[in-house]
């Protein structure tokens, strides 16, 4: 009989959400101290079936004892049987049938009593998942000794299931059954993305990260399985700086050109990236790889991205679908935001990878992606301007990320400009023919900052600049082009705090009123511009006049903001904040104004979600947003 503290647990966690139940089940000091009992059901999700772990594990070990075929229940009564099948490298099948229906289990073969069978298949198994040296040593030391009981065996699977390997895996099986699961393309495990990228040393940026213990994880990537490896570290080719420390020297022609086809025909956009920047570097040594790297700069350079089947649209979805999901789940949340973005934008690669070739609809799962993650996505990467203000969250449109991309690759031709000059490579990337990637760019899109970049503080000054800024905000009448040196420039060069400080100045001499305004468009693009320039130079001073300049445009007749345009702008701007508890209270007094103001039924439930997404994202908001919650949530219950 239970005890009453177990009774009580088991009543309590009916009250407790799924999430948190779930996390405290696995915690086994918890489910021992309380006492509570559990057992555990397998879901075999091929063959749409269920059963006790108990009675199903203990059906396998008699199997691979005694060989002979083992009857088995499903949760619904039906029958089942288990039978090994040898193969000819050693190791063991198992197969599970009823009727005519056959399915082979997962390795099992840590439940077999053969000490060789157990560690053969093991071996193997390490190797194909590239199984992290010291959860090897942990598991042969296990698996010498005897089978695995059925927690052991769970938590080996569970190991195992924490690799980039087994998670390409299981995506390409969903892919293949024709559904994917969400937490197969965004795995809530910390050791996942520790095994991804390498682990959080508390580095305080991208350069400061990759320097460290991230350069010996690529170098052991590289190294594990020449090929595959090399493969799967294009995977992580986020930034130039990642691409700089892929080293091939130790790899041969026959690998690296394997790897490069490979790409070139299955390649995410990512390691296509990758492979350009670190194939123009090696091309001397290996000049097999040049056709390869001819096709995958057209990939690029053709990508249309205004259609629905470009591969930058459905990268920038896949981005946005896990940034959004690591903020829901908050798995992340004490790194800093290169950190998570870089986990983000290598877990979109490795799901672009998979979807290679597939039937995706591209425009409806980009739908999908936005009306379930979007509203997170920006959230989070707003409220992460705090600390890396100069990315924000539109920058993810994907002809940004094309730009970007091209970006890169004309700087890495830059680079290595010597041994393409007299190349097919050369008129493709640098030259000046009209479908170079060169003449086909945005003079200035490409140099806008990327999603790793955030935190780079811009030290580049332009000549004369300054003289221009001032020029344009000391003519007599203030309207939106008094400030288009400056909020454009703000973006690329590092601006003068007097310029920026003689800007907030200008609103205030002007009593917060612009001249001149040609549209509604062109008045929200520039108060969003100065709201970016706010927050890039940090000036508290900018910021808050900016305030001051939406309060007055949110009622006017002709030009009035909607509460997501003066959100939007509240947010970005408050990136001038950069101490939290400063930070804190600028977002709480601009939501609490907001909650107070007038606004349609559907916009104030869409404030009150976006208000209590950011306080998920960061609970001390509760606080500052208190007011506005309480507001709105009066609000929405009247206007049901």
Known sequence: MRSNKSLLANLALDFVPPLVRESLLEDKTFVDDLGIQLEPVLSIG??????????????????????????????????????????????VQVNLSSGDRLFTLPDVAALSPNVDVRLTAFDSAASDFYLPEAS????????EKCSLHDDEFDALRDDFGDTPASIAQTIRSEIASGRMEKSSLVPHSRR?????????DDSTSLSEFVKGGFRKKLSQLINYRPYDGLSHAFVLSSHSLITDLIDTSSLGAEDIVQAYDFINQYGDVTSQLGAIEVGLRILPEYPEIQPALVQMVKQVRDDKVEESKSKFVLFSTLFILVYGDLSRTRLLSDTPPFYRRLAALSQAALIHRQLAGSNIDVEQFNKTVL????????MQSYSDMRLEPRWYPDLIDPEQIKADFCGRIMIAAKKFEDSIKENELYGLILSENPDS?????????????????????????????????????????????SFFALVNSSLFFHTEKEQVDLAAKSLATANHRLQNIENRDQLIVMLQSLAITAGFSRSKTLSEELRLLTRKYRKDVQYALTVEEEMGICLISGASYEKHDEWIAFIGECMTELAFSDFDQKEGRALLSHIHSLCHIVPELWLSCGRADAALMAYNAINQ
């Not at 009857?71 to 089942?80: A, Q, Y």
């Not at 090897?136 to 698996?143: G, K, V």
């Not at 996942?192 to 959080?200: H, M, N, Q």
Request: no cysteine; hydrophobic share 35%; proline share 4%.
């Open 371 to 378: 009306e379930e993650h979007g509203e997170l996505f920006y």
């Open 46 to 91: 091929t063959a749409n079936a269920s059963f006790t772990r108990s009675s199903f594990y203990e059906a396998i070990r008699k199997t691979l004892t005694s060989q002979d075929v083992q009857e088995v229940f499903d949760i619904s009564g039906n029958k089942w049987e288990i039978q090994q099948k040898a193969e000819k490298d050693g190791r």
């Open 192 to 200: 996942y993305f520790d095994r991804l990228i390498g682990e959080y």
């Open 136 to 143: 090897r040593r942990f598991w042969l030391s296990l698996l």
């Open 437 to 481: 990637v060169y003449s086909l760019n945005d003079e200035l899109l490409p140099y806008l900052p990327g999603p790793l970049e955030g935190g780079i503080r811009q030290k580049n000054v332009l000549p004369g600049l300054a003289e221009i800024i001032e020029a344009q905000l000391n003519t007599g009448d203030l309207s939106p082009s």
